[in-house]
Each structure stands twice: as C-alpha cells, then as structure tokens.
C-alpha cells in the first residue's frame, strides 16, 4: 500500500474547500489525468485546454478516492467524494503551498529555470540529492501554472530536498511560482533566443527569467552562469533581494570554474575548481552523459549542492548513474541487417541553443562505429521575425559537425535546408509525417540519426516510426 501523502482533514484544510462525503482515507497521490488514476488517489478537475470536470466520473470509475472540483459541479450518478472549492487551479495552488510550508526547517528546495537545460539540470540534482535523502523532484516538465502547483501537492511532508522547474512563455509567468516554491537556491542555466515572439529582445527574456528572485528565501543563493552575456544584469537582480552569488563556467575564477573535460567510454571526466569561505579546492566526478551542454549543467549541479551544504563526493556519484530524460539524448542502438542504427532522440522541444548542441553531439559520434551522420531537424518556434534566419544559421554547426545528411520537417527549417550544399540535403516536408516514408527508405545499417524540432512540429512521430522499422 502506498503511503499516506494527505489525510483527508488536511487536504482540505489545505485547499480551504469544503468535503462533500464521507472520508475517504489518505490520499496517496494526487492526479490531473483520469486515464491513469487509482485507489487511494485525488482528482483535480482543471480548466485548461480541456475542462478536467468532464472526467470526473471517469476518474470514480478508475478508482479514484476523491475529486477536487469548482462548486457549480453537478454531481453524477457513481460519483464519489468531492472536494468543493471556488476554482480548482487556486484550489491546487493551495494545497500545493501547504505542502511547502510543512516541509521542515532542515529541509532545502532548489528551483530551475533558464533557456536550456532545465529539465536536464533537474533531473541531475534529482539524482545527486536522492543519494543523500528523501528527495522530491517533477515529474517529465511540469513547470508551468499547473505543473509547479501540481509537483508541489504531491510532496512528501518528510522530503529533505526539493527540486523544481520552473519555466515561462511570457512575462510574469514565473513570479507567481517562485513565490509558491520558496525556494532557498534559484538556478537560471542560461539566458537565449526562446519564446522570442513573446519578447522584444533576450534582454527581455533575461528579465524574465530575473523574476524567479521574487521567491527567494531570505538569505538564499543564485547560482548564475557567468559565461552568458547576461550574467551581470542577473547579478544585480539577484543581489536586490539579497542573494548570495554562485557563479559558474568555463573561464578562471568563477564559484565553479572549469578545469578540464576527459571524454571516457560512458560520458566524460570532469574536473572544476571550487570556490569557497575555506578556500579553494578540485573535485572530479564522473558524468554518464555525453556533451558539452552537459558539462556545463554539471557546474551549476554542484554549485547548488554546494549551496544546500551537501557531501558533495557522496552526492556527485549519481552522475555517474543517471539516463538521459526522454526525448532529451537518449541514444538507442537498433539492430538492422549488417549491423545496427544508432538513434538520438533529442526531439523534446528545440530552441537555436540546445539544437546547436544536439548537432555538436551527432559530430561527437565516432565515425569507426557508425560512419554516416544523419541529422533530422523539425521547425524551431516561437522564434519571431527572424525565425527563418535562427535556421539558417544551423547550416554552420552542421558543416562543423561533420554531419553528412539533413533532413527537414516544417517550413521554417526548410530554410536550413535551401541553406545547404545540394550534397548534404536529405529530403524535406511540410510535417514530419511527411519526411517520414524519404527518410526511413535512407537508413541503414552504420548510420548514426539525431532527431530534434520543438513539440510543434512533432518529431518524436518520426522517433516512434524508426524505431518500428528496426522492430525496437
């Protein structure tokens, strides 16, 4: 039986609704999503873009144990408990709150945000943190309105360390859910051409990203990426509210400088410099991970251990020990007649930054392994008026990277293609549904494929369709 993460009086104490029902006993976890609900569980009903109250029955007939749901909710016939409130979101909001202010005062909550990086960020902190206690981190990229509420309901009262991200599309996004997380270290990975047609400018974005300060506990840390051109004005921002300053980065000097990078069989070898009250001292640690983008999140990982006071030998080794989140540098070797296909599935979102270390990584395979590289780029969007320009600008990066094909899905990353010497153009389609049939015909046994585009142009439909030509 899964453990209590609510008892009923709390929860609704917490939500400041009102039950309608008998109590139903603990409530072990806490769900916006009836097709995967259980015993034991709450359902919130959202409003998004769809209105969570129209599977209210259906989360009963899972087994839900209760649903959370506005009060103008008609009851239906095999409903179970309720739990009435004026808005389910503010309701969510609340519990979520709650559960931050229970937390004891040894424990320590750590918030991401940046550009790039921040899923991955999380999930190294996720690892390093369980080695040293109870530790309670996002699920996938639950990081936006619902998603930070969401992962704050469902933390344990005896987590040790808690790690959030929190991410934006516009501004003032993030101001709100810094101040739910309270977080004692804010990270930001890195500020960079995202959601532009949201923006004036990156210095926008920057200001945004800046808000994530608003929440910081008194006497906290911002750990800060001093190799990005926007390193002093979040300095500044951080320092008006009091922050203590971690920076990190490649060049001499920083909090966590680095020192030197050995690439090893699983990942790479990596050593920084650490500055402290003490002095200073090197630390190596391994990483399971490949690339450069991963070195550098690896500096900020340490500069927020540093930060929470962790043992930060015992910490680091689950560095050594983490996989590649989804759609974010899993690499998949698939058998196929005379010999096998390696697949790297970046194709979780994309912005000009992380595409250009995803093609930098397709050049980092070996050619005596797999002697042909394939890169198959989906549109990059929410890049504004210069949408077409950020595209072309990847023919560079890929001519550095050796990569031998391009293959493109979407009208914008045609722009990419048109870019390039006719000897590198693959194929190209409006959607990735498109590029489908040209490019599964191309494959074969030695090539090594990197898929990457934002969500929006459906890449990972393209992951899915090589995987089930090879039979994985």
Request: hydrophobic share 45%; net charge negative.
């Amino acid at each position: 039986m899964a453990e209590a993460l609510w008892t009923w009086s709390d929860l609704v104490a917490a939500a400041e609704g009102e039950a309608d029902g008998a109590d139903p006993g603990a409530i072990t976890n806490i769900s916006i999503d009836s097709r995967g609900i259980g015993p034991g569980e709450l359902f919130v009903a959202l409003k998004d873009r769809r209105d969570g109250h129209d599977f209210v029955s259906n989360a009963f007939q899972a087994g839900a144990s209760a649903a959370l749901v506005n009060r103008d909710y008609v009851r239906q016939p095999g409903d179970g408990v309720l739990l009435l409130v004026d808005d389910t979101l503010a309701g969510l909001e609340r519990i979520g709150m709650a559960a931050r202010a229970r937390l004891s005062s040894e424990a320590r909550v750590i918030a991401v945000t940046g550009s790039v990086g921040k899923t991955t960020t999380k999930e190294m902190l996720r690892a390093c943190l369980a080695r040293l206690g109870p530790t309670h981190a996002a699920d996938k990229s639950f990081n936006n309105h619902w998603g930070v509420p969401l992962t704050l309901s469902r933390m344990p009262a005896d987590t040790r360390y808690g790690v959030f991200e929190i991410g934006m599309n516009h501004s003032g996004e993030i101001t709100p859910l810094t101040k739910m997380v309270r977080p004692h270290v804010a990270i930001i990975t890195t500020v960079a051409p995202v959601h532009l047609e949201h923006f004036s400018g990156v210095e926008e974005i920057a200001a945004a990203k800046a808000e994530i300060f608003a929440g910081l506990e008194p006497g906290g840390t911002a750990v800060l990426n001093a190799d990005n051109e926007h390193f002093e004005f979040l300095e500044q921002q951080a320092k008006a509210v009091g922050a203590t300053i971690c920076s990190f980065g490649a060049s001499p000097g920083r909090s966590v400088a680095l020192e030197s990078v050995q690439e090893t069989a699983a990942g790479s070898e990596v050593t920084v410099r650490l500055k402290n009250s003490a002095g200073e001292k090197l630390i190596t640690y391994a990483l399971s991970l490949p690339g450069r983008h991963i070195v550098m999140n690896s500096l900020a990982v340490v500069g927020a251990l540093h930060a929470v006071g962790s043992d930060l030998e015992t910490a680091l080794v689950g560095l050594s020990e983490m996989s590649a989140p989804q759609g974010r540098g899993v690499r998949t070797e698939l058998a196929c007649p005379g010999g096998s296909v390696l697949l790297i599935d970046e194709s979780y979102n994309a912005n000009p930054v992380s595409m250009q270390a995803a093609i930098e990584l397709l050049g980092s395979v070996p050619r005596d392994a797999y002697p042909r590289r394939i890169a198959v780029i989906g549109d990059m969007l929410e890049l504004g008026e210069h949408k077409k320009r950020y595209h072309q600008e990847l023919a560079g990066p890929v001519s550095q990277a050796g990569v031998d094909l391009v293959f493109t899905a979407g009208s914008i990353a045609k722009a990419l293609y048109d870019a390039l010497p006719e000897n590198r153009r693959g194929g190209a389609a409006e959607t990735a549904g498109g590029l489908e049939a040209s490019l599964l015909s191309e494959l074969k046994a030695g090539d090594a494929i990197m898929v990457k585009g934002s969500n929006g142009a459906r890449t990972f439909e393209l992951v899915a369709a090589i995987k089930r030509q090879f039979g994985d």
